[in-house]
């Protein structure tokens, strides 16, 4: 059966419950929208033009919306494969709690209304790069890469590593360096942190006939790409910290912890699947729970950088 044939029969599933504003809003994805809103913030603080706060709000607010717009198209898409993967069947088209073309509905409209409010709140080239995030995440990842390429998160990983770019340009209008350079931070730290979860995750992508790294090339093969991204993500990290975004708060954090990220790909990288399964893939969740640390801390740091910078002691 093709992957549309799939998707369509997923849509037909019949409604069991009626939905409440809770299942709504689990439609916008409301833990993505958050990683969305504070590196978006961040890059919005960091930049080097001050911003109305009243502005500021409505930015974060309208990008927020997007991230979330973007994440009820990917439910809606994805909701042959959520009735089958065992952390996705509670998602609210699985659980038959909002029917598929209400979700489709919801997404598009709050695209549409989140792209022109950022763009009369702000301007146009936030917008715009609004726009190209959600139709990335929710046209070229999810409907796409997803079930075509074991690299499906290493490219899709850029829908996620727009927001601090986009809070960049309401500031300054345009990109630059130092937006990139958070754009790459968030876009090399995705295939790890990804794959770790993959490891543990077992069976649910093989089920679902997502080609995950894990699925088409090995469990081996997995363990020495996480390795690989995170030897290419330290001096990315750590380099960032020389631009007008760093300094010594950010240099000390982003050494420490690239330390601890790249000894815990080591440590996955030498394990035996056996000892994995045999300590329920503890150094594995070890590592994907860092991984969450490792970007907040980044990003965090970069944030008090911003705002000592007015005292005179942030940045170099």
């Keep these: 059966m093709s992957d549309a044939s799939l998707h369509t029969s997923s849509q037909t599933s019949a409604q069991t419950g009626e939905a409440g504003f809770g299942d709504y809003f689990a439609l916008l994805k409301p833990r993505v929208m958050s990683l969305v809103v504070f590196t978006a913030l961040v890059g919005l603080l960091a930049a080097p033009v001050g911003v109305h ?3 500021a709000f409505c930015a974060v607010l309208f990008i927020a919306v997007g991230g979330g717009a973007s ?7 994805d909701a042959d494969i959520d009735a089958v993967m065992k952390r996705t ?48 995440y929710a046209v070229v990842y999810t ?8 690299q499906n998160i290493v490219i899709g990983g850029a ?29 090399m730290w995705t295939p790890p942190h990804f794959w770790a979860l993959a490891l543990f995750m077992k069976s649910d992508y093989k089920e679902a006939g997502v080609p995950m790294l894990t699925v088409t090339h090995g469990r081996k093969v997995t363990r020495a790409h996480i390795l690989v991204y995170t030897i290419l993500l330290a001096p990315l990290a750590i380099g960032t910290g020389l631009t007008a975004i760093g300094g010594p708060i950010y240099m ?8 601890m ?10 394990r035996p699947e056996e000892a994995a ?40």
Excluded: C, Q
């Design 277 to 316: 399964e045999a300590d329920n893939y503890k150094v594995e969740k070890s590592f994907f729970g860092l991984s969450l640390l490792y970007l907040f801390l980044h990003f965090g740091a970069i944030l008090a950088e911003a705002a000592l910078k007015p005292y005179g002691l942030g940045g170099w």
């Design 159 to 187: 829908a996620g590593a727009f927001p601090p770019m986009i809070g960049w340009a309401v500031a300054t209008g345009g990109v630059s360096l130092e937006s990139v350079l958070m754009f790459l931070l968030i876009f």
């Design 252 to 259: 000390v954090a982003a050494v420490v912890l690239n330390v």
């Design 71 to 77: 994440g009820a198209l990917n439910m809606w898409w």
């Design 143 to 150: 409907m796409w890469l997803k079930r075509w390429t074991p």
């Design 89 to 136: 069947t509670s998602r609210p088209i699985p659980s038959g709690k909002v029917a598929p073309e209400e979700a489709m509905a919801i997404g598009l409209t709050l695209s549409v209304f989140a792209v022109v409010m950022l763009g009369l709140a702000a301007n146009w080239v936030a917008a715009g790069l609004l726009a190209f995030t959600i139709f990335f």
């Design 53 to 55: 706060p009243f502005i």
């Design 261 to 270: 990220f790249l000894w815990g790909a080591v440590k996955i990288w030498r």
